[in-house]
């Protein structure tokens, strides 16, 4: 049982932490993106490990919850406890420190704080690429990132957050420190902790620094938008691709017509220019070696697909101007996505084979629940569909409210029928603990709660996130 | 406290397992390769998961000690128990079957027992590549392999066992069966249990099953063996290939002179084309996309090399039969190692741009010792050096037994002290308890005991592999 977090329990923290640490709670706090979730609690804002160690001790010896707060960008309410026993709120958000680079190790260590644009600016400053890219990077902070094990557009040549981190520095439940930070690529002594905190958010520990892996430049990239016959004929493209360039292609995503039409709706200006727009589009990015130039490789892939039947058109990009305009159009669809607003959003991956399927097989029961648009996009190499469902043009999400979870039930019990994940990239938080405990593998939960229980006895760690509280 | 695997215990399984799993144990179940150490028990080989789920609950419940066995090619005693109560060993090894390919996905799903040259070759069947590569290749086992997160030679840019690994079939030390075999390479529901149990050296539960992930074969492959000024030099080689060719270098292995002067006194016949024999040498391999040749890709290389006054000789091999024969240099030094005997072999790494002053430092303080041989050798790319150490010609290592534990010791501080590891590769097994122990972080050390307890009530897996019975 926990007990709330009172003005009379951070005062008893007054003599042992610093006055910057105490602030008021604000809306960045307390709501998410999707406006789903209104947090509660009191805010600390710690600037050091060893005052995130200073807290979590007071909070696990009077058993008070914490929920750590990053860069509040997170899609599943893992940042914000609504109802419930009052948290502390601990914002990371003061300890954005880049401690060191490494360029001649392709290492950096980051604070939990730091920004994923800041962090990528410091490994293009050292000559080197950060490869977690995503809609959010302007905001979400690496703390939050590797807790959350997010994925992005490059996943598919670089993996996720997960793939990106070397080491960590963590405060326990109990405010202990796990001093992890190594800059090891290899490091074979005892169990891997690092992958059990990425991906745990905040439920096990809270990660105050991490060491990450910096990516060498491709020589040359390029990026080229093409027509595909079907989801199948983008599949068989990839593998076209990867027979040329292996495993060169550093992107590639798939776009279904409705994603650019709500582009217009929405009053957004990235703009398709392929005419006819084509159902079916995928976006695709290589990352080569000296001695290619990309329009040349891309070409050769363009026609190997029009000779296959897999392609009808497509633009290659000249410039990284024209570039970055194709990029606009795929990473413009979540602010059009949330202009409009979706009945239901779901993030899915299944099995790389049974994608067309999926698609094939979800339409038409959706389409039979009401007059609804589909929105089907994502990262088609790593299987991963950001699949959501709007209301037609000229209503709104509110009238369709009673088919909601209906929705959502048939998208994810397909997915899952699949063998699929019914959250491939954004975690549980809040939003889908009901979901792990219908999907999830009996014997994986019940692994998790000992685990659960074993590091954080008090239960005091981001309460009623990932596992029920 | 565990109770000795007995026949009286094991006739109490007959009725519920077939007669084929009762087998005697041979050498190959009580040997490991170093002979370090000598096992004990009674074997028993099931033939599925459901065979290998009924042993477990047995011993689970009878508090009976399990010593996992794959192909016995580890270099730590992971896979013998010497001393203590008699466990029953289980060995994966009628676990073979590759039980499913899916070339489109680059997905394939084998079993624990399934040996690393078959998976290889399954890939390539299927027109892919499954990258994990070292010298025990031909008996080497799945399970063994994921179970170490065993390394090798394209670590650099493959990753090790862990990022081959999607997905995992778990028998917990309950016998429940964890069934987290998933195809997905996207999926955050939940705690990353697989890189856990990957690792774990089967002290969390028994893989017996996997879902691996095949590469896509590069379009053209090459490789050279470089003259490099120091291994400073040799660093800066890795740095300035990569700056033209990214990530297509697949491998860059460092080797002083005294390897190909150990396969001479041993009597292997892999030579070095180089005249004079460099002090130091790097081979390295590229796989490159579609439209570059190898041979080109490294002459620009070499002579940039040159230019910058890193190396001064070199050979490019110009077909794959060249290139076999510069790796066959590289993957016979393991055997002229052990023809000859070593004092003490280490498997360290450290962190990249520490490499060097590892090197530079190690050699005077160890010559002080006596007059001792170093054969310095590894996986330059990803920091790591199997770094060991022999007695002069015409001597052997039992001579040098006084100073043995010495030359580890220096070995193991001075990596220790670079914010190094004591096993890069290998694992802890039971050879490396007492590093683990002594240069571990405090904080994980009492984590991994937490979670060994979680998982394993009766710490019947494994007993006295990674933590101390």
Request: glycine share 12%; net charge negative.
């Amino acid at each position: 049982m926990l007990n709330p977090a009172t003005p009379e329990f951070l005062d008893t923290l007054r003599d042992r932490l610093p006055e910057p640490v105490f602030r008021d709670a604000g809306p960045e706090h307390l709501e998410e993106p999707r406006g789903r979730y209104r947090g509660q609690g009191l805010l600390l804002a710690p600037g050091s490990t060893e005052e995130v160690a200073t807290i979590l001790q007071a909070c696990h010896t009077a058993c008070v919850g914490v929920v750590p707060h990053g860069g509040g960008t997170g899609l599943v309410g893992g940042q914000v406890m609504q109802g419930g026993v009052a948290p502390v709120i601990l914002s990371l958000a003061r300890m954005t420190a880049i401690r060191d680079v490494f360029p001649s190790e392709n290492v950096m260590l980051a604070e939990a704080g730091a920004i994923l644009a800041d962090v990528q600016r410091a490994a293009r400053e050292a000559g080197r690429m950060f490869p977690l890219s995503l809609a959010s990077e302007g905001s979400a902070r690496i703390g939050g990132l590797l807790s959350t094990n997010a994925g992005g557009l490059n996943v598919l040549r670089y993996g996720n957050a997960r793939a990106q981190c070397l080491g960590l520095e963590v405060v326990m439940a109990t405010g202990e420190v796990w001093h992890g930070l190594t800059r090891l690529y290899k490091d074979n002594t005892g169990y891997d902790l690092r992958d059990l905190m990425i991906g745990a958010e905040g439920t096990l520990g809270i990660i105050t620094a991490a060491a990450l892996r910096m990516a060498p430049v491709p020589a040359a990239s390029g990026s080229a938008l093409f027509h595909v016959a079907s989801p199948r004929a983008a599949l068989d493209l990839l593998a076209l691709a990867r027979d040329r360039v292996g495993d060169t292609v550093t992107a590639f995503e798939l776009m279904h017509r409705q994603g650019p039409e709500f582009l217009i709706e929405a009053g957004l200006d990235a703009r398709v220019p392929l005419d006819p727009l084509p159902e079916w589009m995928v976006l695709m990015e290589l990352g080569l070696p000296e001695g290619l130039r990309p329009e040349d490789s891309l070409a050769a892939i363009f026609e190997a697909a029009v000779a296959a039947g897999l392609s009808a058109d497509g633009v290659i990009a000249s410039s990284e101007t024209q570039a970055e305009a194709l990029w606009a159009i795929r990473e413009t669809i979540p602010e059009a996505n949330r202009r409009i607003g979706s009945i239901s959003s779901h993030d899915i991956s299944v099995p790389l084979s049974a994608l067309p399927d999926f698609i094939e097989q979800a339409e038409p029961v959706l389409r039979a629940l009401g007059n609804v648009r589909i929105n089907c996009f994502g990262h088609l190499g790593d299987g991963n569909l950001h699949y959501n469902v709007f209301p037609p043009k000229g209503r709104t999400r509110e009238e369709f409210e009673e088919i909601r979870l209906r929705v959502k039930e048939i998208v994810h019990d397909l997915a899952h029928g699949f063998g699929g994940s019914v959250s491939a990239e954004h975690g549980i938080g809040r939003l889908k603990v009901d979901d792990l405990e219908r999907y999830g593998d009996p014997v994986k939960l019940s692994m998790m709660r000992a685990i659960k229980t074993a590091l954080d006895p008090h239960g005091i760690l981001n309460p009623g996130a990932v596992l029920r509280g």
